[in-house]
């Protein structure tokens, strides 16, 4: 098929779209780490923290992670299927629908009308707005999948798939809710259920849009960066459907310790330990592709993005249910080793296969060479420095406060007052925000890469 | 494979792959009493308490602070006895938070008078050391909108009449306007002039967090 036929401005405007709910996401958690050791950035309740930080997380995990996914997902389905997007104004459609939607939550959220289950706050005429593009979204989805060229569907294709069908499950069900006005909604469930509900939604929404659309970025464009084909196929099979069949099982190890039936706790804990074979199973594969091909680590800055990132995700694998477990949950839960890990998951795993993506992505469907690698290279380094930075100060401060909380004196009364363990963690709120600085600094070059490999002057040489 | 090559057929079985967890641990607990038992000691909340808790929702205040207190040995030492899920009856959506920036607060009504409250909610150094919570001050100006609170009730689930609401609220006022109300001179000092006389955001705030916990409190001193 010739390649003028594929749609590619819907994903140039993807890819634009995530790369500024990126920037404002950050800029929104740059200003909420502030806050963390110096109140005075309170500056209306507009800006205040307990507003600002649901911003924050909502632009990253919507707006950013959700436009990179939509820009990758409408490349891979059209190189994949070797089909032309079928409905390209839906497409169009989509993209400005998904930007108003998120640009009313931002100032929605900043508002105050939010429902307060986590990564769900948004009140129910933005949910209902989120469901309408997710269904123009879908509706691309499976059109290009049965008109598709290509018989056999590549495991990409899986992923997107699988995330297709449950974001949908999930956020349907966990925003079931009864207005009062147009700002205001009451969740249909009570008590320990709605936590229950909150917590299979809030763990899954996290792995069908951190996890499987990031897995089918990774298996596309680690083998299409690389030129080597994915090692085991397989292993990717299995490691597939482990994945979802497990996932959906271990929400509820958010709620250890909680007044949550306590089988529900444990059968999520089994689940998740469970879970680190698949999880692992896609690592291996990934570290396998590589096998004989290591020096491209130093000469294909590609593969740096893929393989860093693919470690991290490694790490959060493991560590994810590790933390889980009663003894260790009892210690970390609720302090700022829970942030570290969450912050490594989406610094260096996510953030990281989307640079690589978009950095293989925008010159193909651009025609153009990608304006700086060096430029690249710095972006890596920057991002690399400052998450591993951030997380291993916030691990640190969780053992801090986990262990402080815990102290007590010979006579048992308690030897620290909470206000105790806060004095302790600023220094550690301070540091933490330099190095998100330093990332940010990283994410503006990347951002500025891109921007000035799109309206580079097509070369002399042809692409 | 064959099913790689059958993309409705993939779809609809990775749905059903997915459900089986979901049905197990989120869809059949619904429908089971140990996720939402009640207890007769557990009240619902009053009207004013309500607005106060769409208030703290508002302001996020669950971001920072949990209402869950964990069955381990420094946790009862620090915030009092733990959590138990009869006491989330009438919490819809529930507030457990999931991080704490500050103290958990699920034992938190009666520990301090309501002056206290007014005092840290205007400014929280004022009687917190260092304490990073935002300043809240600007919640006394806001005279609280009861336009709703009705409804409210009802979708809640609460059994009162709109008689008892408006009588509720009507008690609220009265008690902190009342020249013998203990934090009177507190609510004085943080409250503007042209809101002294009537219910302000902060009032309902403060009448939420002294509710917390309150029932089991007054559950063990019965006993």
């Given at each position: 098929?010739?390649?003028?036929?594929?749609?590619?401005?819907?994903?140039?405007?993807?890819?634009?779209?995530?790369?500024?709910?990126?920037?404002?996401?950050?800029?929104?958690?740059?200003?909420?780490?502030?806050?963390?050791?110096?109140?005075?950035?309170?500056?209306?309740?507009?800006?205040?923290?307990?507003?600002?930080?649901?911003?924050?997380?909502?632009?990253?995990?919507?707006?950013?992670?959700?436009?990179?996914?939509?820009?990758?997902?409408?490349?891979?389905?059209?190189?994949?299927?070797?089909?032309?997007?079928?409905?390209?104004?839906?497409?169009?459609?989509?993209?400005?629908?998904?930007?108003?939607?998120?640009?009313?939550?931002?100032?929605?959220?900043?508002?105050?009308?939010?429902?307060?289950?986590?990564?769900?706050?948004?009140?129910?005429?933005?949910?209902?707005?989120?469901?309408?593009?997710?269904?123009?979204?879908?509706?691309?989805?499976?059109?290009?999948?049965?008109?598709?060229?290509?018989?056999?569907?590549?495991?990409?294709?899986?992923?997107?798939?699988?995330?297709?069908?449950?974001?949908?499950?999930?956020?349907?069900?966990?925003?079931?809710?009864?207005?009062?006005?147009?700002?205001?909604?009451?969740?249909?469930?009570?008590g320990?259920?709605?936590?229950?509900?909150?917590?299979?939604?809030?763990?899954?929404?996290?792995?069908?849009?951190?996890?499987?659309?990031?897995?089918?970025?990774?298996?596309?464009?680690?083998?299409?960066?690389?030129?080597?084909?994915?090692?085991?196929?397989?292993?990717?099979?299995?490691?597939?459907?482990?994945?979802?069949?497990?996932?959906?099982?271990?929400?509820?190890?958010?709620?250890?310790?909680?007044p949550?039936?306590?089988?529900?706790?444990?059968?999520?804990?089994?689940?998740?330990?469970?879970?680190?074979?698949?999880?692992?199973?896609?690592?291996?594969?990934?570290?396998?592709?590589?096998?004989?091909?290591?020096?491209?680590?130093?000469?294909?800055?590609?593969?740096?993005?893929?393989?860093?990132?693919?470690?991290?995700?490694?790490?959060?694998?493991?560590?994810?249910?590790?933390?889980?477990?009663?003894?260790?949950?009892?210690?970390?839960?609720?302090?700022?080793?829970?942030?570290?890990?969450?912050?490594?998951?989406?610094?260096?795993?996510?953030?990281?296969?989307?640079?690589?993506?978009?950095?293989?992505?925008?010159?193909?469907?651009?025609?153009?060479?990608?304006?700086?690698?060096?430029?690249?290279?710095?972006?890596?380094?920057?991002?690399?420095?400052?998450?591993?930075?951030?997380?291993?100060?916030?691990?640190?401060?969780?053992?801090?406060?986990?262990?402080?909380?815990?102290?007590?004196?010979?006579?048992?009364s308690l030897?620290?007052s909470f206000l105790?363990?806060?004095?302790?963690?600023?220094?550690?709120?301070?540091?933490?925000?330099?190095?998100?600085?330093?990332?940010?600094?990283?994410?503006?070059?990347?951002?500025?890469?891109?921007?000035?490999?799109?309206?580079?002057?097509?070369?002399?040489?042809?692409? | 494979?064959?099913?790689?090559?059958?993309?409705?057929?993939?779809?609809?079985?990775?749905?059903?792959?997915?459900?089986?967890?979901?049905?197990?641990?989120?869809?059949?607990?619904?429908?089971?009493?140990?996720?939402?038992?009640?207890s007769r000691y557990v009240k619902p909340y009053t009207a004013v308490e309500l607005e106060g808790r769409d208030i703290y929702?508002?302001?996020?205040c669950n971001?920072c602070h949990t209402q869950t207190v964990r069955p381990?040995?420094t946790e009862v030492l620090r915030y009092g006895t733990y959590s138990k899920s009869e006491e989330f009856a009438y919490d819809?959506?529930?507030l457990w938070g999931?991080?704490r920036?500050g103290p958990d607060l699920n034992r938190v009504g009666g520990k301090y008078p309501d002056a206290w409250h007014y005092s840290h909610l205007q400014?929280a150094?004022n009687v917190s050391?260092?304490s990073?919570m935002?300043?809240f001050?600007?919640l006394a100006?806001?005279?609280?909108?009861?336009?709703?609170?009705?409804?409210?009730?009802?979708?809640?689930?609460f059994?009162?009449?709109?008689?008892?609401?408006?009588?509720q609220?009507?008690g609220d006022r009265a008690r902190v306007t009342d020249?013998g109300y203990e934090s009177k001179a507190m609510r004085?000092?943080v409250?503007?002039?042209?809101?002294?006389?009537?219910l302000t955001e902060m009032d309902a705030l403060v009448a939420y967090i002294q509710k917390l916990g309150r029932d089991v409190k007054s559950l063990e001193v019965a006993q």
């Amino acid at each position: 098929m010739d390649d003028s036929t594929y749609e590619y401005r819907i994903v140039r405007d993807f890819a634009y779209s995530a790369l500024i709910w990126l920037v404002l996401g950050l800029t929104a958690g740059l200003w909420i780490a502030f806050e963390m050791f110096d109140p005075a950035l309170n500056l209306t309740p507009w800006l205040s923290f307990g507003r600002l930080r649901v911003v924050h997380t909502s632009i990253l995990t919507f707006g950013f992670a959700l436009s990179a996914i939509f820009a990758t997902a409408y490349y891979m389905l059209q190189r994949l299927t070797r089909a032309s997007l079928p409905f390209p104004r839906l497409a169009r459609g989509h993209l400005y629908l998904f930007n108003v939607t998120m640009l009313l939550a931002a100032a929605t959220l900043m508002a105050g009308m939010n429902s307060s289950k986590e990564y769900a706050e948004l009140e129910w005429p933005l949910d209902i707005l989120v469901l309408i593009f997710w269904g123009m979204f879908s509706v691309n989805v499976f059109a290009i999948l049965i008109r598709r060229h290509e018989k056999q569907m590549y495991i990409s294709l899986w992923y997107l798939i699988s995330t297709t069908v449950s974001i949908a499950l999930l956020y349907v069900v966990n925003n079931l809710e009864i207005p009062v006005t147009p700002f205001k909604s009451y969740s249909v469930f009570a008590g320990a259920a709605d936590a229950n509900v909150q917590w299979w939604y809030g763990h899954n929404i996290i792995g069908f849009i951190f996890t499987m659309p990031i897995l089918a970025m990774f298996y596309y464009f680690l083998p299409k960066s690389t030129g080597l084909p994915i090692y085991s196929h397989r292993l990717s099979i299995v490691s597939f459907w482990s994945l979802i069949f497990a996932y959906l099982w271990t929400g509820a190890h958010h709620l250890i310790l909680t007044p949550l039936p306590e089988w529900i706790q444990t059968v999520a804990l089994a689940f998740s330990i469970f879970l680190i074979a698949p999880s692992w199973g896609v690592v291996i594969n990934g570290y396998y592709t590589l096998k004989g091909n290591g020096e491209q680590i130093r000469s294909n800055y590609l593969a740096k993005f893929f393989i860093f990132g693919v470690t991290f995700y490694a790490l959060q694998t493991l560590q994810g249910p590790l933390q889980g477990l009663r003894t260790v949950n009892a210690f970390f839960h609720y302090s700022d080793w829970v942030i570290g890990h969450v912050h490594m998951g989406a610094m260096g795993w996510v953030t990281m296969i989307i640079s690589g993506s978009f950095y293989y992505m925008i010159p193909k469907i651009t025609g153009k060479e990608l304006y700086s690698i060096r430029l690249a290279n710095v972006h890596f380094w920057l991002i690399l420095a400052g998450q591993l930075a951030l997380t291993i100060v916030m691990w640190a401060g969780g053992i801090l406060q986990g262990a402080m909380l815990k102290t007590t004196n010979p006579d048992g009364s308690l030897t620290y007052s909470f206000l105790d363990t806060l004095n302790a963690l600023y220094p550690y709120y301070q540091l933490r925000f330099a190095a998100g600085a330093v990332y940010y600094t990283g994410i503006l070059l990347f951002v500025w890469n891109i921007i000035r490999t799109v309206s580079r002057k097509p070369a002399a040489t042809g692409a | 494979m064959e099913i790689s090559s059958k993309p409705a057929i993939f779809a609809i079985l990775s749905g059903l792959v997915v459900l089986i967890g979901t049905v197990v641990t989120m869809f059949v607990p619904l429908f089971m009493r140990s996720t939402q038992p009640v207890s007769r000691y557990v009240k619902p909340y009053t009207a004013v308490e309500l607005e106060g808790r769409d208030i703290y929702i508002r302001e996020g205040c669950n971001n920072c602070h949990t209402q869950t207190v964990r069955p381990l040995m420094t946790e009862v030492l620090r915030y009092g006895t733990y959590s138990k899920s009869e006491e989330f009856a009438y919490d819809r959506p529930f507030l457990w938070g999931s991080r704490r920036i500050g103290p958990d607060l699920n034992r938190v009504g009666g520990k301090y008078p309501d002056a206290w409250h007014y005092s840290h909610l205007q400014r929280a150094r004022n009687v917190s050391g260092n304490s990073i919570m935002p300043p809240f001050g600007w919640l006394a100006a806001n005279r609280l909108d009861t336009t709703n609170t009705f409804r409210k009730t009802v979708i809640q689930g609460f059994g009162y009449s709109r008689r008892q609401v408006t009588e509720q609220i009507a008690g609220d006022r009265a008690r902190v306007t009342d020249p013998g109300y203990e934090s009177k001179a507190m609510r004085d000092r943080v409250t503007p002039p042209e809101c002294l006389t009537g219910l302000t955001e902060m009032d309902a705030l403060v009448a939420y967090i002294q509710k917390l916990g309150r029932d089991v409190k007054s559950l063990e001193v019965a006993q």
